[in-house]
């Protein structure tokens, strides 16, 4: 132990003494069977500890383990061998791997006292050693699982209070190297201030495009450097170059969530209010329980305050754009959805409604007069808009092609992570991702997009209307969600904001898939320790949503808008009524199977050989309802021609 310690610079070293005051050495002949020191203590070959405990007269240093950076022993803690100490910070350089590389890594795992068991303690290890067999090794196991659940670095939580979710979680927080998308956000506002513009795309030394390269839109990039500006006047040391990697504090997560409350104060919440106030046929009282639940929703509020996003701020400039041209304010809701375009390019999920629509309305007025004078004032309102927003990156091709570049990666893949989209789904039966190479998936992708969504669009530009407008959006942005290439959950925000302009409507069928979307981003939430936050909004949405509209109320044909297509299958099956019971037995089953995947996704670990199973099958299930979606919406598109003439007449 002498010579091991001799190892140890001056300054970290410690005395034989102490090591012996602490409880470090174990009495001859107690290790663990099948385990040497070296294996306890953590030390990877090439450590000159590790060279050196070789041959070294060592007889055991008690507590350490290879699984945990703070010496801790599952099975110790299991069995009740011994208190955890309160954690300490780890050795400089230290992250993830608790493996000793270099003697000040030792010297900090040698140095930190842990109590010796009570006997009592030594008792039940025994017990649970060599006789308890196969079920002590699950037990271990099964608290091995719970550590690397909890993510935390050394292994600062014991397992129990790893698993329970923190309402002031953020994604990534203190997880390195990338730390999540909080950090995403943070870095952006550095390299936008820190260097010049025509640099923000480009990999250097200053800024590196693996470590979150910025790969959204100008627009994005602009409201980024706003922020900083306002960051660097707070605290400099928020948007340092290199040096605020990785920065977290209260004040700074305060910063952060402040200015996501004042993009929703600004873009989001004036539209929704504007909108439910501009709702012709329904009262004040409804207007504002319409306005509430809308704001309410939890897929929004989850993802931008807790996993960390500026969704609102799309979003937003994307209702202002349903607002102006469903108003006859057509250029200005063109440009406003160019805005959120250039904010986020996610939006193109809404722009063949917008185009089909606008189209729809020049041909509705001709082409040779009105409407041919609409078009030419459209297409300079969207060239303007983009290059106003684009202009610093119109200074050299390479610029304006490594843009579009960052901003359409197709080279990360069909899918990303788990996602409740047909692919995503289908790759449990057929790994599409490994049989069929890159550009036939990107073919198969824009085919299965293209033909899903080209019936509504053709009735949108045969017949333009607002209200076939929203449920065009609705029923394309889906589409796009469930089809198209490289698609992430959070994706099916640009589903959701669509279905809440039409809660009044249909309130049973948009409460049903509003939360149905929420649930479908649950192993994102998981991941960020937002399980409990998502449970809480969700009923707090459900309940908003069944005392305002009496959802159960409105189940009949004509509150689900399938009168029309009703009466036309009657007409081939009279004996077709049973509709609206088959669709709330739908729900019903739907529900209650969301709410056991959610307990045991929280509850219960997945088999050792399927370690994703809850997460597929959340995806697996959730992707078998927006399917039914899609064709419930697209009926009420295609059956609509009635109720679209008596509304024009209304109007």
Known sequence: ?????????????????????????????????????????????????????????????????????????????????????????????????????????????????????SPHARRARSRGGRAGGARARGRRRKANRALRRGGERAGAFPPAAARIPRFSALQGAGKPPMFGDYEAQRHWQEITFNLPINQWYFNSSD?????????????????????????????????????????????????????????????????????????KEISTKKKIANALCILLYPGLILIDYGHFQYNSVSLGFALWGVLGVSYDWDLLGSLAFCLAINYKQMELYHSLPFFCFLLGKCFKKGLKGKGFVLLIKLACTVVASFILCWLPFFTEREQTLQVLRRLFPVDRGLFEDKVANVWCSFSVFLKIKDILPHHI????????????????????????????????????????????????EKSILLVSVPVCLVLSEIPFMSTWFLLVSTFSMLP????????????????????????????????????????????????????????????????????????????????????????????????????????????????????DSKNERNQKKIN
């Not at 910070?89 to 030792?106: F, K």
């Not at 960051?231 to 400099?236: M, T």
């Open 207 to 279: 800024n590196n495009l693996q470590y979150w390269g910025l790969d959204y839109p100008p627009l994005t990039a602009y409201h980024s450097l706003l922020c900083a500006y306002v960051a660097k006047f707070i605290n400099p040391d928020w948007i340092a170059l290199h040096t605020s990697r990785g920065y977290e504090s209260q004040a700074h997560k305060l910063f952060m969530r402040a200015t996501v409350l004042i993009a929703d104060l600004l873009i989001y919440i004036p539209a929704v209010v504007l909108y439910c106030c501009c709702l």
């Open 441 to 488: 998936q990107i073919m198969i992708s824009f085919c299965f997009t293209f033909l899903s969504l080209l019936p509504a669009c053709m009735k949108l530009t045969l017949h333009p209307s607002p209200k076939g407008f929203k449920f065009t959006l609705v029923s394309c942005a889906l589409s796009f969600f469930l089809f198209s290439f490289q698609v992430h």
């Open 1 to 117: 132990m002498k010579r091991l310690l001799s190892l140890i610079p001056s300054s970290q070293a410690c005395s034989l003494k102490i090591v012996k005051q602490v409880g470090f050495l174990a009495p001859r002949g107690h290790w663990p069977r099948g385990r040497s020191p070296t294996h306890w203590c953590g030390l990877a070959k090439g450590c000159p500890l590790y060279e050196a405990s070789q041959d070294a007269p060592l007889t055991g240093i008690r507590g350490l383990s290879s699984r945990s950076g703070l010496g801790r022993d599952p099975r110790k803690e299991e069995q009740g061998a011994f208190h955890l100490p309160q954690a300490s910070p780890g050795p400089p350089g230290l992250s993830g791997s608790s493996r000793c590389s270099t003697a000040s890594e030792a010297a900090y795992f040698l140095t930190t006292p842990f109590p010796r068991p």
């Open 524 to 639: 994102l939430l998981l991941k960020d320790e937002l399980v409990m936050p998502s449970v809480v909004t969700a009923m707090a949405f459900f309940i908003a949503c069944t005392t305002s509209f009496s959802i159960f109320e409105k189940t009949s044909e004509e509150e689900l808008q399938l009168k029309s297509f009703s009466i036309s299958v009657r007409k081939y099956f009279p004996c077709f009524t049973f509709l609206p019971r088959i669709i709330r037995y739908l729900f019903l089953t739907s529900v209650i199977t969301m709410v056991l995947l959610t307990l045991m996704t929280v509850t219960l670990d997945p088999p050792q050989k399927l370690p994703d199973l809850f997460s597929v099958l959340v995806c697996f299930v959730s992707c078998l309802n927006f399917l039914f979606f899609l064709v419930y919406f697209n009926i009420i598109i295609m059956w």
